[in-house]
């Protein structure tokens, strides 16, 4: 199908989630995610058992080393 035979439709692929979406993987566009839009919050909540809101408790009181989160992220998981 040529351009000038698609319908106009004004704003098209134009809208600011269409944008946002676009920055990311394609696989990113089919679901959401653990721990939406913070990789280091979906990071934490794939590669544990923590959910998306105790990794963004956890990297607000410890900061964003990963390898530090995890390590804390296991010792919660052995405890809870």
Excluded: Y
């Excluded at 319908?7 to 990311?24: F, M, V």
């Amino acid at each position: 199908m040529h351009r000038k035979e698609l319908p106009n439709r004004p704003g098209a692929g134009h809208s600011p989630s269409s944008s946002r979406l676009s920055s990311h993987s394609p696989s990113s566009n089919q679901l959401p995610t653990k721990g939406g839009e913070d990789p280091d919050v979906r990071f934490l909540a794939e590669n544990s058992d923590l959910s998306p809101r105790q990794a963004r408790e956890l990297i607000r009181e410890h900061g964003h080393d990963r390898d530090e989160l995890l390590r804390i992220a296991r010792t919660m998981k052995a405890e809870g």
